[in-house]
């Protein structure tokens, strides 16, 4: 059986993404890596090696040891932490990427997946429906970062024959690990608040409508995408992927339904220019197309499973 390497895997994804490829390909098949240890259930459940993928001949090291076929690329700044330390955000997401497309190239592994965002887009991008070819010009050093990076996907692919695939995640939602810095975090810490009986401040606007998908789906996608027939993968740079859509009064208009008097107030900060530069509803057609997604999670089982795990924490 191929071994597949997760870099990243301690994160808000790649510890999902771990569980899940160990539950299918059984626990020795799949190495999980972090720069740092993570939770037990990562590092207890499957072989785990603390790895800096900036590293190139450490990366090297570890595929070779392993017999590794399939990377994962999971490691990142994401968007308000890259908005603090751009320079070190456009090292770690750009060096990491080149790291293992260049082990590709050199056919030292077979297969990429490398997670790209709706922060590819920008203030002059169609907000809705937002299709999958259409203007980018992203405002912020985490969507430069991924465009340079769909841009450098697509090249090793056409110049290399590099089987690299890829997918413009909308804010993912989920319980099982905090959420890594990005800008739609608020809607994961409104389900704690919620679930102690406490109010929510969100960070967000109560109108400002982002795309969004529970992490359950995310995965999904990400396994079926990486499953398909590789004549099936028509987008190179990286396929759209929608999913739901709401604002955060939305959200706590949901929440309430579940739980009776919550409440919210909003004092937006430097994340609410960052959400206004991105889509509110992205188009997917062509991932409906190539590989048949569907997603699954609507408004409503999103909030009833999310109130049921984090309650489950406890
Ligand atoms: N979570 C989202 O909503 C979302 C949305 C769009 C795209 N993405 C993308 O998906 C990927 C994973 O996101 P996430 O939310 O799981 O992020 P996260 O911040 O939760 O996890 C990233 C992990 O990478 C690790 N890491 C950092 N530097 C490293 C290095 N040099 N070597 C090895 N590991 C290192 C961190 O320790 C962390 O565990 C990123 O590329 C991100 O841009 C995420």
């Given at each position: 059986m191929a071994k597949t390497l997760i870099i990243g895997a301690c994160g808000q994804i790649g510890s999902e993404l771990s569980a899940k490829l160990r539950e299918k390909h059984g626990k020795d098949n799949i190495i999980a890596s972090d720069i740092r240890e993570g939770s037990e259930d990562i590092m207890n459940a499957g072989p785990f090696e603390v790895l800096d993928a900036t590293d190139f001949h450490a990366l090297q090291d570890t595929i070779l040891h392993y017999d590794i076929d399939t990377v994962y690329l999971m490691a990142a700044m994401l968007s308000g932490t890259a908005e603090k330390f751009p320079m070190k955000a456009w090292q770690l997401n750009m060096e990491t990427l080149f790291n293992v497309l260049n082990l590709a190239k050199e056919n030292k592994i077979s297969k990429v997946f490398w997670p790209s965002s709706i922060?590819?887009?920008?203030?002059?991008?169609?907000?809705?429906?937002?299709?999958?070819q259409t203007v980018m010009e992203p405002s912020t050093v985490y969507g430069i970062s991924k465009q340079a990076g769909e841009r450098w996907c697509e090249y090793y692919f056409k110049r290399y024959g590099v089987d690299v695939r890829s997918i413009r995640y909308p804010g993912l939602i989920s319980y099982k690990t905090p959420p890594g810095g990005g800008t739609t975090d608020y809607a994961i810490e409104i389900f704690h608040s919620a679930a102690k009986g406490e109010k929510y401040t969100s960070?967000?606007?109560?109108?400002t409508a982002l795309p969004m998908m529970y992490m359950d789906d995310a995965i999904k996608a990400t396994i079926q995408l990486m499953e398909a027939d590789a004549d099936d993968v028509k987008v190179r740079s990286s396929y759209n992927l929608g999913g739901i859509s709401f604002t955060p009064k939305v959200l706590a208009d949901a929440i309430r339904k579940e739980v009776p008097g919550f409440e919210i107030d909003y004092e937006p900060d430097f994340r609410q220019p960052i959400a206004d530069s991105w889509p509110s509803k992205i188009d997917d057609t062509e991932a409906q197309k190539d590989w048949n997604w569907q997603h699954e999670y609507d408004l409503e089982a999103m909030v009833s499973a999310m109130l049921k795990g984090v309650k489950s924490l406890k």
């Open positions: 922060a590819v887009f920008g203030p002059t991008t169609p907000k809705m429906d937002t299709p999958q960070f967000l606007s109560e109108e």
